[in-house]
């Protein structure tokens, strides 16, 4: 299957700032990638679509303006997590499809602490 | 928007039982559903999928069946082992969007 790598895996950071999680498509390319967000013993929640290239659709109820998304390349979308809260901390988790196709593949995920 | 419900929330089977779990979809123009093993702490793996144009979908131990009228689809785990206890996701999508949303999980515990 298709790799998806996802960086970091943990990060603590404190409320205020803001944290940068990346997803990469490693061996194929990803004109759209997805983001969920999961907490724990709970199920993912997509918060957005990230579209190359153009800019990402967001569900409702996600904030686009504290959850910047840029996909700049074919193989590269970042989820940037602005003025984190103690209540952002949870677990990111991106998604790829190569193009065409419906199987997903995950990126390992990001567990946040804001602190 | 769409939506799908997946139950029972928790499963607890004994070794070599068999575990169903059933999921129902809103979307209409869903036409992919797969499902997914999470392990604590890991990304989602992918353990069998099944399209809309086809009713049924087995490897080996794991089946799918799909009822389009009905918008319902089951996952079916037979001689359950330790080894396949973890939560399961069942999720819809379709080509048009290509997002995929989740039922709520269910956690399968397989007592030895």
């Known amino acids: 299957g298709a790799v998806v790598s996802q960086h970091p895996s943990r990060v603590i950071c404190k409320s205020g700032t803001s944290v940068k999680i990346e997803c990469r498509s490693l061996d194929f390319q990803a004109t759209t990638m997805f983001w969920y967000r999961q907490f724990p013993k709970q199920s993912l929640m997509l918060m957005a679509t990230s579209n190359e290239g153009s800019k990402a659709t967001y569900e409702q109820g996600v904030e686009k303006d504290k959850f910047l998304i840029n996909h700049a390349s074919l193989t590269l979308s970042t989820l940037t997590v602005t003025s984190a809260h103690p209540e952002d901390s949870s677990f990111y988790i991106c998604?790829?499809?190569?193009?065409?196709?419906?199987?997903?593949?995950f990126g390992q995920g990001t567990r946040l602490t804001v602190v | 928007g769409e939506n799908v419900e997946q139950h029972p929330s928790t499963l607890s089977v004994q070794e070599g039982d068999s575990a169903v779990i059933k999921c129902t979809y809103s979307d209409s123009a869903s036409n992919y559903f797969p499902w997914y093993k999470q392990e604590l702490g890991k990304r989602p793996q992918l353990i069998i999928d099944i399209r809309s144009n086809v009713g049924e979908k087995k490897d080996q131990r794991i089946a799918v069946t799909l009822n389009k009228t009905a918008k319902h689809f089951s996952l079916h785990i037979t001689e359950t082992q330790p080894e396949d206890s973890a939560v399961y996701f069942c999720?819809?999508?379709?080509?048009?969007?290509?997002?995929?949303?989740f039922g709520a999980g269910t956690r399968l515990f397989v007592k030895a």
């Open positions: 999720a819809a999508s379709n080509t048009g969007g290509f997002k995929t949303i």
């Open positions: 998604s790829a499809s190569r193009d065409l196709e419906l199987e997903a593949f």
